[in-house]
T-cell receptor, first 114, second 115 residues
Framework: AQSVTQLDSQVPVFEEAPVELRCNYS??????LFWYVQYPNQGLQLLLK??????LVKGINGFEAEFNKSQTSFHLRKPSVHISDTAEYFC????????????FGKGTKLSVKP | GAVVSQHPSRVICKSGTSVKIECRSL??????MFWYRQFPKKSLMLMAT?????????EQGVEKDKFLINHASLTLSTLTVTSAHPEDSSFYIC???????????FGPGTRLTVT
C-alpha cells in the first residue's frame, strides 16, 4: 500500500538553529509531493510542493525541500528557525494515475525554543 | 487566490441533533472537494471525496448515512453530521481542488463538540 512516513513525531530545536524534518514515501513511477504547516486550531497551509522539474524546491517562510527519487525522500529544511515556526508539519503525497487523493504522514511537531 | 472557507469555525451541539458544515471555494471553481477528520495530535484522515453533481465516494469505515456530503455547485460542499454523538467530536477540515490540478487548498477547519 502507498504510504508516507514521517520518522520524527517531535523535533525540539533552539531558535536560529537549522532544522530538517524527514519524510519518506513508498516508491512509485510518478509522485507529487507537498509539505503543509498547521498552527493550533487552524487548517493546513501549503509550504511548498514538488510536481516536476528542479528537485530543490523553495517555499514560503524560508523553507525548502529536496526531492530524492533514489531514496524516496522529500525532507524539509530551514537554515535558521524562529519561534514562530513552532507548529505541526505534514508531508503529503499524491501518486500519478490515482484520483489525486493526498496521503498524509502522521506529522512532525516542531518546537522552537528561545 | 485559491481561498477556501468553512462555516462555522466552531459549533457545539447536543447529542442526537444534526449539524451542517459548509465548505466554499471563494475565488475558483472546485471540481473536487475533500472532507477530512483530524483527531487530537493526529494526522488527517480522509473521510470522503466529492465531485460536483455526483455522489460522494466514502473511505472505508466512514458511515455514509451518518456523514452526509453534498456538492451541489462548483463552489460549495456541505458535510452534515446526523444524529451526532460525543465520539463525533473532532476537527473537520475540507479542501478543494481545481480541475486538472493535483494541489488541494484547505479550509481553516471546523471544531465540532457534541455534548
Amino acid at each position: 500500500a502507498q504510504s508516507v512516513t514521517q520518522l520524527d513525531s517531535q523535533v525540539p530545536v533552539f531558535e536560529e538553529a537549522p532544522v530538517e524534518l524527514r519524510c519518506n514515501y513508498s516508491s512509485s513511477v510518478s509522485v507529487y509531493l507537498f509539505w503543509y504547516v498547521q498552527y493550533p486550531n487552524q487548517g493546513l497551509q501549503l509550504l511548498l510542493k514538488y510536481l516536476s522539474g528542479s528537485t530543490l524546491v523553495k517555499g514560503i517562510n524560508g523553507f525548502e525541500a529536496e526531492f530524492n527519487k533514489s531514496q524516496t525522500s522529500f525532507h524539509l529544511r530551514k537554515p535558521s528557525v524562529h519561534i514562530s515556526d513552532t507548529a505541526e508539519y505534514f508531508c503529503a503525497v499524491t501518486y500519478g494515475g490515482s484520483q489525486g487523493n493526498l496521503i498524509f504522514g502522521k506529522g512532525t511537531k516542531l518546537s522552537v525554543k528561545p | 487566490g485559491a481561498v477556501v472557507s468553512q462555516h462555522p469555525s466552531r459549533v457545539i451541539c447536543k447529542s442526537g441533533t444534526s449539524v451542517k458544515i459548509e465548505c466554499r471555494s471563494l475565488d475558483f471553481q472546485a471540481t473536487t472537494m475533500f472532507w477530512y477528520r483530524q483527531f487530537p495530535k493526529k494526522s488527517l484522515m480522509l473521510m470522503a471525496t466529492s465531485n460536483e453533481g455526483s455522489k460522494a465516494t466514502y473511505e472505508q469505515g466512514v458511515e455514509k448515512d451518518k456523514f452526509l456530503i453534498n456538492h451541489a455547485s462548483l463552489t460549495l460542499s456541505t458535510l452534515t453530521v446526523t444524529s451526532a454523538h460525543p465520539e463525533d467530536s473532532s476537527f473537520y477540515i475540507c479542501s478543494a481542488r481545481k480541475g486538472g490540478s493535483y494541489e488541494q487548498y484547505f479550509g481553516p477547519g471546523t471544531r465540532l463538540t457534541v455534548t
